[in-house]
């Protein structure tokens, strides 16, 4: 096992430039998670790392070798690809054990290989099929039980999940932690799902045109984002954006305000010198679906002047446990998650209470967090 140093990391391709200095350490036996749209940077530097692309500048180190002239065979890594990228014609054990008979390895050193990752994925009654004859999800088992008998110091997973129907993917996933839990193998994912990075991640590098936004724990990301574009990428529903300026309030218990179209709350508990310095100026009010509350259940927090606003509906979508509500605030478009139990309808004009502590503040100009 080892740790992943990527420092100042670009890659051009011509005039343009998919990952654009990019500074990332993964720690020895981390799951560090790559997130972000297509386009992104993601798997660019992922197959830089793999060495399966050459980098434009900087440097890669795996452990304290800097790799960046190594040849992928030699960097002690195992890839698992999206499409799996088994052989037709082999078996089960032939796939798994391809690798080790190019690298000359033993007969018994294969077979214990072999068999000890097969009884890990659960897949010893496998070995003897073709991969035709097996699902998506026994491939992809497959998949990584190639990766895993060849004991490298990294795996690196190109968005590994992404062919399998939604239960498969719940389940694999749940599979995946608890095999990095029994292994301890550094690995570095890519999706462009942020419910698989939230779920499967230690760390989570968030990435956008190339550029690192913001590297964190799940939660500090969820709770802290960096930027307008970390706080509307994490999380689903996605979190509400109005525009709307700080103003002074009437008393010391709420001296600053956050007011806009049709609504007029308490500012997020930001120090004081923060919110002196944006009076009277526009902002972007950032709060959470999770955060909005129908009025008429009882929510976590209690209806003040200073958290309640109208909202007339647009759409409910029933989902059993909670509603997914869009609705709009004067003109605000805004989508709120509210107990499944709530009575709002269609075009109804109900109350919303607000969480103001959970609410965010961005400067509208660099979409940065003010803190």
């Given at each position: 096992?080892?740790s992943?140093t990527?420092?100042?990391?670009?890659k051009?391709?011509?005039a343009?430039t998919?990952?654009?200095?990019?500074?990332?350490?993964?720690r020895d036996?981390?799951?560090?998670v790559?997130?972000?749209?297509?386009?992104?940077g993601?798997?660019?530097?992922?197959?830089?790392i793999a060495?399966?692309?050459?980098?434009?500048?900087g440097?890669?180190?795996?452990?304290?070798?800097?790799?960046?002239?190594?040849?992928?065979?030699?960097?002690?890594?195992?890839?698992v690809?999206q499409?799996?990228?088994l052989?037709?014609?082999m078996?089960?054990y032939e796939?798994?054990?391809?690798?080790l008979?190019?690298?000359?390895?033993?007969?018994?050193?294969?077979?214990?290989?072999?068999?000890?990752?097969a009884?890990?994925?659960?897949?010893e009654?496998?070995?003897q099929?073709k991969?035709?004859?097996l699902?998506?999800?026994?491939r992809?088992r497959?998949?990584?039980?190639?990766a895993?008998v060849?004991?490298p110091?990294?795996f690196l997973?190109d968005?590994?999940?992404?062919?399998?129907?939604?239960?498969?993917?719940?389940?694999?996933?749940a599979e995946?932690i608890?095999?990095h839990?029994?292994l301890?193998?550094?690995?570095?994912y890519?999706?462009?799902?942020q419910?698989e990075?939230?779920t499967m991640?230690?760390?989570?590098?968030?990435m956008?045109?190339?550029?690192l936004?913001q590297?964190?724990?799940p939660?500090?990301?969820?709770?802290?984002?960096?930027n307008?574009?970390?706080?509307?990428?994490?999380?689903?529903p996605s979190?509400n954006f109005?525009?709307?300026?700080?103003?002074?309030?009437?008393?010391?218990?709420?001296p600053y305000i956050?007011q806009g179209?049709?609504?007029?709350?308490a500012a997020?508990?930001v120090?004081?010198?923060v919110?002196?310095?944006?009076?009277?100026k526009e902002?972007?009010y950032?709060?959470r679906?999770v955060?909005i509350f129908?009025l008429?259940?009882?929510g976590?927090?209690e209806?003040?002047t200073d958290?309640?606003?109208?909202a007339?509906?647009d759409?409910?979508?029933p989902m059993?446990?909670?509603?997914?509500?869009?609705?709009?605030?004067?003109?605000?478009?805004?989508?709120?998650s509210?107990g499944?139990?709530s009575?709002?309808?269609d075009g109804?004009?109900?109350?919303?209470?607000l969480d103001t502590?959970r609410?965010h503040l961005?400067?509208?100009?660099?979409?940065k967090?003010?803190v």
């Amino acid at each position: 096992m080892a740790s992943v140093t990527l420092t100042e990391v670009s890659k051009k391709y011509g005039a343009v430039t998919a990952v654009r200095s990019l500074d990332l350490g993964i720690r020895d036996g981390e799951f560090m998670v790559l997130v972000g749209p297509s386009g992104c940077g993601k798997t660019t530097a992922l197959r830089m790392i793999a060495g399966l692309e050459d980098i434009t500048g900087g440097d890669i180190k795996i452990g304290e070798r800097v790799v960046n002239d190594v040849e992928p065979r030699d960097r002690d890594i195992a890839m698992v690809f999206q499409n799996y990228a088994l052989y037709p014609h082999m078996s089960v054990y032939e796939n798994m054990a391809f690798g080790l008979k190019l690298r000359k390895l033993p007969k018994k050193v294969i077979e214990q290989r072999v068999g000890e990752a097969a009884s890990l994925l659960g897949i010893e009654s496998y070995l003897q099929r073709k991969p035709k004859e097996l699902s998506g999800g026994q491939r992809q088992r497959v998949a990584l039980g190639r990766a895993i008998v060849r004991e490298p110091q990294v795996f690196l997973m190109d968005e590994p999940l992404s062919n399998l129907d939604a239960k498969l993917r719940v389940q694999t996933r749940a599979e995946l932690i608890k095999l990095h839990r029994r292994l301890g193998i550094t690995t570095i994912y890519v999706t462009h799902d942020q419910v698989e990075a939230m779920t499967m991640g230690d760390r989570i590098a968030v990435m956008k045109d190339g550029l690192l936004q913001q590297c964190d724990t799940p939660m500090e990301l969820y709770n802290h984002p960096s930027n307008l574009f970390v706080a509307g990428f994490i999380g689903t529903p996605s979190m509400n954006f109005i525009k709307a300026k700080i103003v002074k309030g009437t008393d010391a218990q709420t001296p600053y305000i956050v007011q806009g179209d049709g609504f007029r709350v308490a500012a997020p508990p930001v120090a004081k010198e923060v919110l002196d310095a944006w009076s009277g100026k526009e902002i972007i009010y950032g709060i959470r679906p999770v955060d909005i509350f129908d009025l008429n259940l009882i929510g976590r927090i209690e209806s003040t002047t200073d958290n309640t606003v109208q909202a007339v509906i647009d759409i409910v979508e029933p989902m059993g446990d909670i509603s997914t509500v869009f609705a709009n605030i004067g003109t605000n478009a805004i989508t709120a998650s509210v107990g499944g139990e709530s009575k709002i309808k269609d075009g109804e004009t109900v109350k919303f209470v607000l969480d103001t502590d959970r609410g965010h503040l961005f400067d509208p100009e660099s979409e940065k967090a003010i803190v």
